[in-house]
């Protein structure tokens, strides 16, 4: 079967130049803002002991974060630069901390591939896993729900699979595949051009937001809790959300029905209403709820 991926790979975003950029604005307090995290959102204190998958890991940082909580960690990702970021990120922060910790607490393999979720071959090489994690990406591959049943194929009686999908907004989410569609067709100098004016734009709405409100209009501190909630930075945050194709959207039912029939139970749920962004799901695999 041919890779959807490859077939529309003129217009895919380089996701991974993205994530090199970020690499040099990754600092400790990022890396400890993906550790929490994690920690919140899979409610646990330790992942020590556990395998934890990461699908698509662009810059490497929640499998470091993975990593750090003592996990044997295996990172995947289709684009070829995204691995060699996540490659730099286990080299820079993950041997130094084996020799930092004298604990064992962050002991656990990591091994990092370059693949498609797409080639189920592939996927099934890798076995099953206490934690598949998939944030952001499986909406990207052009067949989310196939993307969305493969990856949980990996999970392990008992696992977690934690994903963020995009939300379907109907006609917002059609306006937006027009912006990103746009962004690919202009030339590659006024991509930046394009992605400050469309942020610039959303930025000013949201100051306006802030202020009938009777809060600050200034960024900051929306900017420093974006920060907090997963160790982000907003500019690449804004390139990978204007350029991000393939793009793909779904509404929490049609997540969650098609996997609660697999066995999946909803543990954790946050969603962006009736906004423009990814809604983020935690379940577990309960098969003796079948």
Request: a negative charge.
């Amino acid at each position: 079967m041919t890779d959807p991926l490859e077939s529309c790979e003129q217009d895919r975003f380089a996701f991974g130049k993205n994530w090199q950029a970020f690499l040099t604005a990754l600092d400790e307090s990022r890396i400890e803002q993906a550790v929490a995290s994690l920690v919140d959102r899979l409610g646990v204190d330790s992942l020590e002991g556990t395998t934890f998958l990461d699908i698509g890991s662009g810059s490497g940082l929640f499998s470091l974060a993975a990593h750090r909580l003592g996990a044997h960690v295996t990172s995947i990702d289709y684009d070829t630069e995204s691995v060699a970021c996540t490659n730099e990120l286990k080299h820079r922060f993950a041997c130094k901390d084996a020799i930092a910790d004298e604990t064992g607490a962050w002991s656990g393999t990591w091994t990092v591939q370059q693949g498609s979720v797409l080639d189920e071959a592939l996927m099934d090489s890798l076995g099953e896993f206490d934690v598949v994690y998939s944030w952001g990406v499986l909406h990207h591959t052009g067949e989310m729900q196939r993307a969305v049943r493969i990856a949980s194929e990996r999970v392990s009686d008992g696992g977690k699979f934690f994903i963020a999908i995009y939300n379907d907004q109907g006609g917002g989410s059609r306006r937006w595949l027009a912006i990103k569609k746009l962004h690919h067709a202009l030339p590659q100098p006024l991509r930046v051009v394009w992605v400050l004016m469309v942020a610039g734009f959303y930025e000013l709405l949201f100051a306006l937001s802030r202020l009938l409100k009777f809060r600050n209009p200034l960024p900051f501190a929306d900017w420093g809790a974006k920060k907090k909630d997963r160790g982000m930075s907003v500019w690449h945050d804004w390139v990978d959300w204007i350029g991000g194709l393939p793009f793909q959207v779904a509404t929490p039912e049609a997540v969650i029905l098609p996997l609660r029939q697999k066995g999946f139970v909803l543990d954790d749920l946050v969603t962006v209403r009736s906004g423009w962004g990814c809604n983020e799901y935690v379940f577990s695999l309960r098969r003796d709820v079948l």
